[in-house]
């Protein structure tokens, strides 16, 4: 089995003895690990009591051992039966990088929840993980161009010129981007698997969804 798969058999175990015990299950020092937490997004009244809140701490390069690491915010909504199944649902949204954690009012939408925990996992850099991989540069550009009277080959050398604008930043923060890129084009990065999506013209990139 890889390495990736065997970090993410950890991660599952982890997450599915915290649902069903309440309790991390090793030493609060080992990566990953679960941390109690503030819910960070607004609790719904009707779950209230049966909700969960905390964050998954993994490393940002996990082929490095002194890296630093990531904080993912966890939602864990309790099932509406007293007698659940040990073995939790994980769902997580796409997009690519949108938050995950709206679902916390969607019990009507999740019928496992009638006999299962539901754990809400948020991916790498999207908006409620430390750090955020916003690229909120490109975001200006799309507002910009909106209001201006220019070509569609225009509007996307502007954005690319946004997004190497926003790697540069996030490179020089410290973030080792290569490992933990969720939702940003970035052209330079030659690990990523490239698209190019003509309707939006847009330039981007994903990697294998990891935790």
Not at 3 to 10: A, G, N, T
Not at 69 to 98: C, F, H, M, Q, W
Not at 163 to 175: N, Q
Not at 192 to 198: D, E, F, L, P
């Amino acid at each position: 089995m890889s390495v990736p798969k065997l970090i993410l058999l950890s991660i599952l175990v982890s997450l599915s003895a915290i649902a069903a015990t309440g309790h991390p299950p090793q030493s609060s020092l080992l990566v990953p690990r679960f941390e109690d937490s503030k819910c960070v997004v607004k609790v719904p009244d009707s779950e209230k009591g049966s909700v969960r809140c905390g964050y998954l701490v993994v490393r940002e390069n996990r082929e490095r051992k002194n890296s630093r690491t990531l904080k993912l915010p966890i939602i864990i909504l309790k099932s509406s039966s007293r007698n659940a199944e040990p073995d939790p649902v994980l769902r997580t949204l796409g997009g690519p990088g949108a938050s995950s954690l709206r679902m916390i009012s969607g019990r009507r939408f999740s019928p496992w929840l009638n006999n299962r925990d539901l754990v809400i996992f948020e991916q790498r850099g999207t908006r409620y993980t430390e750090p955020n991989l916003d690229c909120f540069e490109v975001g200006a550009v799309r507002v910009e161009n909106a209001k201006t009277n220019i070509t569609g080959r225009e509007a996307v050398e502007r954005e690319v010129k946004a997004a190497k604008t926003c790697y540069d930043r996030l490179i020089k923060s410290g973030t080792d981007l290569p490992d933990t890129i969720a939702c940003r084009a970035l052209p330079t990065s030659k690990t990523c698997v490239r698209s190019w999506v003509t309707r939006s013209g847009i330039c981007t990139e994903s990697l294998t969804a990891r935790a």
